[in-house]
């Protein structure tokens, strides 16, 4: 069974930071990318960022430059950096594994929200 434990969610003002971490557990394929979503009040789930097997990135317009993805290999982890953040960041964010591998496997976290006032 594998589990995505995310840590990290709280309640910022506007132009402050935080970190969101995700653990995986688990066994699934080492063949995956690894990343975050988020789904504002009343909104659609939503691509934040993602991460790749090989190191490549990937960031929704919304959030380039302020935030960054991050990940070890070894430890199975994922960090989003939220830098200057931004009201309308308000969400409950996912972290999100997907085996890239023929009949490969979508897991999600229990979500972890984030308040950015104003």
């Known amino acids: 069974q594998v589990q995505l434990v995310e840590s990290g969610g709280g309640l910022v003002q506007a132009g402050g930071s935080l970190r969101l971490s995700c653990a995986a557990s688990?066994?699934?394929?080492?063949?995956?990318?690894m990343g975050w979503y988020r789904q504002p009040p009343g909104k659609q789930r939503e691509l934040v960022a993602m991460?790749?097997?090989?190191?490549?990135?990937n960031y929704a317009d919304s959030v380039k430059g302020r935030f960054t993805i991050s990940r070890d290999y070894a430890k199975n982890t994922v960090d989003l950096q939220m830098n200057s953040l931004k009201p309308e960041d308000t969400a409950v964010y996912y972290c999100?594994?997907?085996?890239?591998?023929?009949?490969?496997?979508?897991?999600w976290g229990q979500g972890t929200q984030v308040t950015v006032s104003s």
């Open positions: 999100n594994l997907r085996e890239v591998v023929a009949y490969g496997n979508d897991y």
């Open positions: 688990g066994s699934f394929s080492r063949f995956n990318t």
């Open positions: 991460i790749t097997p090989t190191g490549s990135t």
